[in-house]
């Protein structure tokens, strides 16, 4: 299994920039998805961005155009480059990679 730690998140004033961070470590399997999930009170989580083995992207809709995710191998790292943000994108996110392997969610807070 894979042990996932994420960083670098904090609070952040609307339209200011954040970079999120995952490192992985035990017996990571190249080729997996890595993705990053968020959840904000009150409401269900769900998927921001995802990268493929191969390094295809998808977004969602909501972040397209701000958000960047993007990975290490030679680091076994995680990233998600997040800009211009507002208040709805302010949640808890989490970081997985393949089936079933989650870490355990790093607050993001946008406020004035």
């Known amino acids: 299994q894979v042990q996932l730690v994420e960083s670098g998140g904090g609070l952040v004033q609307p339209g200011g920039s954040l970079r999120l961070s995952c490192a992985a470590s035990?017996?990571?399997?190249?080729?997996?998805?890595w993705s990053w999930y968020r959840q904000a009170p009150g409401k269900e989580r769900e998927v921001v961005a995802v990268i493929t083995g191969l390094g295809g992207t998808n977004y969602a809709d909501a972040v397209k155009g701000r958000f960047t995710i993007s990975r290490d191998d030679a680091k076994n790292t995680l990233y998600l480059q997040m800009d211009s943000l507002n208040a709805e994108d302010a949640a808890v996110y989490f970081c997985t990679m393949g089936p079933g392997c989650w870490g355990q969610g790093i607050q993001v807070t946008v406020s004035s």
């Open positions: 035990g017996s990571i399997v190249y080729g997996y998805t």
